[in-house]
C-alpha cells in the first residue's frame, strides 16, 4: 500500500480544514439558539393569544 | 512521487456553512417571501406579529428547502450549463447526501411550525406548494415538456395564497387573483432566461420552449402572456378587491411589460428567431419581469395601507 494515499492533508489545508469547521459549527449554534428563541416568542405569542 | 499518488484526487475540503446557503437560492427566496408577505399583509383580520414573523419565515424555508431538493435532483445537469456549474453539489463541495438530508429536514420542520403557530390550512397550503415545486415541476416536468415552467409555475404563485391562510385560515378571491398573477408572470419571465441562456439549457438537454420550439415561437408566446399578465393583474382592481393605488400601478406596470414583451418579438432576428443583437430586449424583460412583480404587490400593499 502506497504511504501518500489517500494524500494527506498538508499544513495549509489542515488550517483552512479547521477554519471551515469552526465556521460550519458556530453557525450551527446560531441556528440552534435563533430556534430556542423563536419556539419560546411562538410560546409566549399563543398564551397571549389565548 | 508515486504514480497512485499522481492519480489520486486533491482531498475535497469540507463545505463552508455559506455552502448550505447558496443551497438554499436565496435569491429566489427573496422574491417568495416577498409575494408571501405581501399575502400576509393584505389579508383582512390580525395575527400577532411573532406569529407573522413565523409564518414569513416558514414560507421562507420551504422555499429554501424546495430549492435545495431541486439542486439534489438537479445535480447532473447543473454540472453541464454554465450559469449552474458552480453551485454547492456539481463543485463538488456539498454531497448530495447532505443536501438531500438538508432539504428533507427543511421541509418537514417549516411545515410543522407553520401548523403550530398558525393554522392547517397555511401548513397544508406550503406542503402542496414544496410538493408541487419538487415532485411536479422538478422531476416530473422539468425534463419531459416545454410546457414545465407554465405548469410549475403553480408552485411559486403558492406565497400569497399561504401568507393571506397564515391570518385568515382560508382562501380568498384576492390571494387567488394574485396566485394567477405570478402563474401568467413566471413563463414570459423564465421563456426571457431562456431565450439568452438557450445554448446551456440544449447542452443540458432541457426542453425549454426556445430549444424544443425554436427562439421565435418562444417570442410569440412571451408577448401573449405579457398581454394575459397585464389584462389579469388589473382584476384585483375591476372586481373591487382593490383600490385606484392599485389599479394605476397594475395599468402602468403592464402595459410596461406589454412594451418589453413586444421589443423581445420584434428583436433584430435571423429566420430561426435568433437574436442578432445579443438577446439585449430578452434580457431587458428578465430584469423588468423581477422590477414588476416587486412593484406590483407593493402597490397592492400600500393600496390596502391608505385604503
Known sequence: MDEDFPPRPGLFESAEIRRRQ????LALLVVLVLLAVLFFAITIAKLSHS | MT???IAAPAPALPAEWQDYVRLLKPRVVSLVVFTGAAGLAVAPGHLHPVLAITAILCIAVAAGAAGCLNMWWERDIDALMRRTA???IPAGRVT???ALSLGIVLSVGSVMVMGLATNLVAAALLAVSIAFYVLVYTMWLKRRTAQNIVIGGAAGAFPPLIGWAAVTGQIGMLPVLMFAAIFLWTPPHFWSLALFA???YARAGVPMLPVVAGCAAARRQIFLYTLLLAAASVLPWALGEAGAVYGVAAVVLGAGFVVQGWRVLRDRQDEAGVSLTDDGPAKAAF???LTYLAVLFTALVIDRLVG
Open chain 1, 22 to 25: 469552526r465556521g460550519r459549527n
Open chain 2, 3 to 5: 504514480p497512485s499518488a
Open chain 2, 198 to 200: 438557450c445554448k446551456d
Open chain 2, 287 to 289: 430584469r423588468y419581469s
Open chain 2, 86 to 88: 458552480k453551485r454547492p
Open chain 2, 96 to 98: 448530495p447526501g447532505e
